[in-house]
């Protein structure tokens, strides 16, 4: 794993596109240390969004049960954050575009990106690493063991997220198999698209990440 070691200079505009549990988390925490670049996540976003309008209850129900928020909510959120000084170095979007339309959008926009990272895991796989992981309630961090008790990195207590149940994930599954995956065919036309098998480890999977990234 030698890209790991040191950090790169160069500049990296990119996208992971992938099944909820198919290691966009993961790997976009490795890609963003590597390249020095901060990782853009709806869900954090729009997770921060429903504390700060607690009134907004529809908003935050629909986002539990599985199903997308409106796109051009969610864009002009992360549209929004972009223009900020510290994306000009590059950018990591995890959890977005997750449908064709959010993709247009950002085209429209003249947000261009370097490289679509397509991590493809079966539904198998990514309906037991959701279900065995484990939230820090005090860091937010995320662990992998549904025997974990307490955070590795603050010590704090590990504790199920609210959305991570059987029922949830086929939903959000469903609704990432009709709305999200024809951006496979989306990127691939535009010549972006970089395909990775995520059934296998995070660090093979990262490391045949940077062999591509590197040779771009
Ligand atoms: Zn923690």
């Not at 030698?2 to 996208?15: D, Y």
């Not at 307490?150 to 059987?166: M, S, V, Y």
């Not at 086929?170 to 995520?198: A, C, H, I, M």
């Amino acid at each position: 794993m030698e890209a790991l070691k040191g950090v790169s200079e160069k500049v990296m505009k990119l996208i992971l596109l992938g099944a909820p549990g198919a290691g966009k988390g993961s790997q976009g925490k490795i890609l963003a240390e590597h390249y020095n670049i901060l990782t853009l996540c709806s869900g954090d976003i729009l997770r921060s969004r429903v504390k700060e309008k607690a009134g907004a209850l529809g908003f935050a129900e629909s986002m539990n049960g599985g199903q997308l928020v409106s796109d051009e909510y969610v864009m002009n959120l992360v549209m929004d954050e972009l223009k900020k000084p510290k994306y000009e170095n590059g950018y990591i979007l995890d959890g977005v575009p997750r449908t064709v339309e959010q993709a247009d959008m950002l085209e429209r926009n003249g947000i261009k990106v370097d490289a679509v990272l397509y991590i493809d895991a079966s539904d198998e796989v990514v309906k037991r690493r959701i279900l065995n992981r484990r939230v820090c309630s005090c860091c937010g961090a995320l662990h992998c063991g549904a025997d974990l008790l307490k955070c590795g990195q603050c010590g704090g207590n590990l504790e199920k997220r609210a959305d991570d149940t059987a029922e949830v994930i086929q939903e959000r599954l469903n609704v990432y198999r009709e709305k999200t995956e024809p951006l496979v065919g989306y990127y691939s036309e535009r010549g972006l698209l970089k395909k990775f098998d995520g059934n296998q480890e995070k660090e093979k999977v990262a490391e045949l990440m940077f062999d591509v990234l590197e040779r771009l």
